[in-house]
Every structure is written in structure tokens, then in C-alpha cells.
């Protein structure tokens, strides 16, 4: 390093003595560097450049950088924001724009220099990034790409462009976290963050149905992420439109069989499209299915309050259901069996809506469900035991 600071030294002193004959400042600099005394050479050649004429050549500025680029390495690497790093920067971007020689030389050192600052960027954009400081993260990283484009555009880590998108929507900056994640789904990081993100930007933005997309082809290209298929449903849920719910919870149980959440969800999920088609072949379809899922979940867990609670309710709302729709003039045959049907899903009804008393004793719908079913069982004394608690709430 001496050696080349020696020989760049007695380069300069040949091309430009008379402006630093005049001042020393530029030979002190060099001296005290090679002497091993960093601070003495910034002061120097902060003292250089308030030549005016100093100001104008670019090796000034390289110096400077160069000096001030190497305390940085051994006193304040590691540190965002340095200011000796700041300053290196900003001498090697004033070296570049005052060489306008046909060589360029000292512009293509500090471009150089340039192109490790870019990487110090990164770095310290990755620190902070895994330190959970977005906005910092999102400043660095932001500084790497615009200078690694302009200085050193074939060394550009595309990968860049996923955790620079992640910190900008951490930071609620949608915008610019759409741009830069879409630039990274471009440059062929199909990674589940990449698309869970973006996703999510595009909806932060009110784009809606690119979020659709983005997620769509996430789950083609990420099948196994189940982080993606959540938040589908959560905007499908947001956007009140369920037609793809079944799918998607399905594709969520091939991978997680037992996740209770997702039996849940798609009990819950079939309980609706039962109520699209009352009175139709395809209600009892989709409540058995709804039924199947809820006592998957009991097989699971079966202190589950809301399955016991959710399947008694079917059987029990079944139950009425059938009552409430007998003809006060149907002949006694018909009467009968249909209180064969009330008493036999009463009975289904009853095990589940006492599971969910013994779990919760002051929900008030399970207490209301409990004196009906006995009261339709002509158990009078049950009845009346939980009309008295319900009275008692």
C-alpha cells in the first residue's frame, strides 16, 4: 500500500508541484500516510483541497478518498453512516466528474474505490436487515444498487432486490416495495418471501387483483409454502369472495393434515356453501361435509370448543330445521317419522353440545341448545335444569 502511494505521490508532485509547491499540504498528506499516520493525512488533505486551484484536479479528490476510505477499514467499518466512509464516497463521486481526460485514470481508481464503498453498503444493508432495522436496511441496500449500476453494473446480487423490496414494505413504502420485489420475481427469484411480499404490496396499493396473481403463480412455483395459501385466504376473506376458498384449504390440509385451523376453516367454509343451497340435494352434500371436518378436528383435539360446539349446532339446527318445515297437516305416519328424524339428530346433537358446556358452562347459545334438545328428548327435568342457569346468566 506504501509502495503505491509512493509511486501515485511521485506521479502527482511531477504533474501538479506548482499548485501544492505553494501550500505543502498535498506533500504532507502523503508523508504522514506513509509515515502510518492516518489522521495526520486527513487533516492534511482536508487542508489541500481549500486550495481553490486544488479543488479543480481530481487527484486531490482521490487522495482524499483513498485516505479516508482506509480509516474507514480499520476505525469505523461495520458503522452505518460512517462519516469517513461518507466523505470517501463523496471525494471519489467529485474525483469522477472533474477527470474528464481522455484516460480517465484517477476516474478509474475512485470508480474502484466506488465499487468497494458500494459493497461496505450491502453489508451493513444485510446487518441491519437481520437486526430488524428496516429503514436503515432499506437506506444501504438502496446505496449499494444505485452505485454498483453505475460503477460496477456486472457485479450486481440480484438478491438485493427481495430484501430491499421486504425493508421498503416494512418501512410502508408499498410503492417502492412492489418495484423492487417485481424486479427480483424478473431476475428469477421465485423464492415464497419474494411472492408473500410482493402480494402483499400489491395489495397495500389497492391492487387487488395483481396480488391475485402474485400469489397464484407463488403457490404454483412454491407448492409446499402454506404462508402463501393464509394469505390468499385472508384476501379472499378481505375481498368477500370465497369461490377459491375450497381449493385453497384443501391444498392447505394435503400439506398440514392435521392443522386444526384449517379443518376449521374449511367446516366453516362448507357451512356456507350449504346455506347457498337450502332446500336443495347439495345442502345435506356440503353439510356432511362440513360434519366430516369437525370431527376430524375432535379426533384431534377433542377439548376443541368451537368443533364440538360448531357440529352439535349442525345436528341441533338440522333437527329444527325438519320440525319447522312439517306440515301441521301431514297424515300421522309422516308425523312420526319425521320425529324420528328430530329425535335421532337431537340425539347426534347432544354429546357435542355437552362437550361444549363442560368447556364453556356460561355460553348462552350452548345453554339454549341444551333445553331445547331435551325439551324435544321430553327430558322436562334437564330442561328446566338449563333454562335455570340460562335465567341464572
Known amino acids: 500500500m506504501k509502495r503505491l502511494v509512493t509511486i501515485l505521490s511521485l506521479f502527482f508532485l511531477m504533474a501538479s508541484g506548482v499548485v501544492f509547491g505553494q501550500s505543502g499540504h498535498m506533500t504532507e498528506a502523503i508523508e504522514a500516510y506513509e509515515a502510518g499516520n492516518i ?80 459493497k461496505y453498503h450491502y453489508n451493513d444493508g444485510a446487518l441491519a436487515y437481520n437486526n430488524q432495522d428496516y429503514r436503515s436496511a432499506y437506506h444501504e441496500f438502496l446505496q449499494y444498487i444505485e452505485m454498483t449500476k453505475a460503477y460496477e453494473p456486472g457485479a450486481l446480487n440480484a438478491g438485493v432486490y427481495g430484501s430491499i423490496g421486504i425493508a421498503a414494505y416494512r418501512i410502508d413504502e408499498p410503492l417502492q416495495a412492489v418495484k423492487f420485489l417485481e424486479d427480483a420475481r424478473l431476475s428469477g427469484d421465485h423464492s415464497y418471501t419474494t411472492y408473500y411480499w410482493l402480494a402483499s404490496a400489491y395489495w397495500a396499493t389497492g391492487e387487488r387483483n395483481r396480488a391475485f396473481i402474485v400469489l397464484a403463480e407463488g403457490e404454483r412455483k412454491n407448492p409446499d409454502q402454506v404462508k402463501l395459501i393464509e394469505l390468499h385466504l385472508q384476501y379472499l376473506r378481505e ?50 361435509k362440513a360434519r366430516q371436518y369437525y370431527a376430524r378436528v375432535i379426533e ?64 348462552k347459545d350452548t345453554l339454549i341448545a341444551l333445553q331445547n334438545i331435551y325439551t324435544a328428548l321430553n327430558d322436562d327435568e334437564k330442561a328446566q335444569y338449563y333454562k335455570d342457569l340460562l335465567d341464572s346468566l
Open 239 to 288: 375481498d368477500g369472495d370465497m369461490t377459491d376458498a375450497e381449493q385453497l384449504l384443501l391444498k392447505a390440509i394435503e400439506l398440514d393434515p392435521d392443522n386444526i385451523d384449517y379443518l376449521i376453516l374449511l367446516a366453516i367454509q362448507y357451512e356456507q356453501f350449504a346455506d347457498t343451497f337450502k332446500g336443495e340435494p347439495k345442502f345435506e352434500f356440503y353439510i356432511e
Open 300 to 363: 384431534l383435539d377433542p377439548n376443541n370448543l368451537q368443533a364440538n360446539y360448531n357440529l352439535g349446532l349442525l345436528y341441533y339446527n338440522h333437527g329444527v330445521t325438519i320440525a319447522n318445515n312439517l306440515d301441521l297437516e301431514a297424515d300421522i305416519l309422516t308425523i312420526y317419522e319425521t320425529q324420528d328424524q328430530v329425535t335421532e339428530l337431537f340425539n347426534k346433537a347432544l354429546p357435542y353440545m355437552q362437550k361444549s358446556y363442560q368447556l364453556d358452562s356460561k355460553r
Open 39 to 118: 489522521q495526520g493525512a486527513m487533516d492534511a488533505i482536508d487542508k489541500a483541497i481549500l486550495n481553490e486551484n486544488a479543488q479543480k484536479i481530481p487527484e486531490t479528490w482521490y487522495y482524499r478518498a483513498f485516505f479516508y476510505l482506509d480509516y474507514y477499514k480499520k476505525a469505523e467499518k461495520g458503522k452505518i453512516d460512517a462519516p469517513s466512509r461518507a466523505i470517501a464516497q463523496k471525494s471519489c463521486e467529485k474525483c469522477v466528474e472533474l477527470d474528464n481526460t481522455a484516460s480517465r485514470e484517477w476516474a478509474i481508481e475512485c470508480e474502484k474505490l466506488l465499487s468497494q464503498i458500494a
